[in-house]
């Protein structure tokens, strides 16, 4: 069964450096989302991203995050200066219909 | 924004019991998710519904679209059914798909 697939599983980083999260989305999947969760808190909204351009989006989502479809299939996430409460795990999820999540990325900020 | 509210946040009963987990929400909307979420972390979607009811193997899901509230059912209870049971409805409400989710409803099945 085609499944999401998301990279690094776990990626540790300081403080204020730039990190990016990896998506193989579904092949013919065209929507993509990317959600995060605080370890013990809920799963959050982040992002949606639809025909190469964002589509919607929370709050969270502020000038220190990024997504982008470089090669027509990767789905990446940037944070640009990451700050100790990105620590969480972030699931990217993909669909025709219902959606399909990744295994996530766990992230570390020390 | 919408909001969802779970109920309960944690439920342990006895394998073969009867299962229901509640879901409400603010903004009326398309389509409402229930997910699993496996210890490890791993979220898989169960159902996806509009109205109605669904039904897939021991799982029931229901809806009224009137009354902004949805039940998860689960019959004959097993203990591999233990995990976090979630609703999620889209987060702006309508025809938007980015998910707000539920805090989740911790199942725990003792054999």
């Known amino acids: 069964e085609p499944e999401v697939t998301q990279t690094p599983s776990h990626q540790v980083t300081q403080m204020g450096q730039e990190v990016i999260l990896r998506c193989v989305p579904i092949s013919n999947h065209l929507y993509f989302y990317w959600y995060r969760q605080i370890l013990g808190q809920k799963v959050e909204f982040l992002v949606s991203f639809y025909n190469n351009e964002i589509s919607e989006k929370s709050e969270i989502f502020d000038d220190q995050f990024s997504v982008e479809r470089p090669d027509g299939s990767n789905f990446t996430l940037k944070i640009r200066s990451t700050k100790l409460e990105d620590s969480a795990m972030y699931f990217c999820?993909?669909?025709?219909?219902?959606?399909?999540f990744g295994p996530g990325t766990r992230l570390t900020v020390t | 924004k919408n909001e969802v509210e779970q109920s309960p946040q944690n439920l342990t009963a006895q394998e073969g019991e009867f299962i229901t987990i509640n879901c409400s929400y603010s903004?009326?909307?398309?389509?409402l998710h229930w997910l699993q979420q496996h210890p490890g972390g791993g979220i898989v979607s169960l159902f996806m519904l509009s109205s109605g009811k669904k039904k897939h193997g021991r799982l029931i899901a229901t809806i009224n679209i009137q009354e902004k509230h949805s039940s998860l059912h689960i019959t004959a209870s097993h203990p591999r059914d233990s995990a976090v049971y979630i609703c999620a409805v889209p987060y702006s409400g309508g025809g938007a798909d980015g998910l707000t989710f539920g805090k989740g409803t911790h199942l725990i099945i003792q054999p």
């Open positions: 903004v009326g909307i398309s389509a």
């Open positions: 999820a993909t669909r025709v219909y219902e959606q399909y």
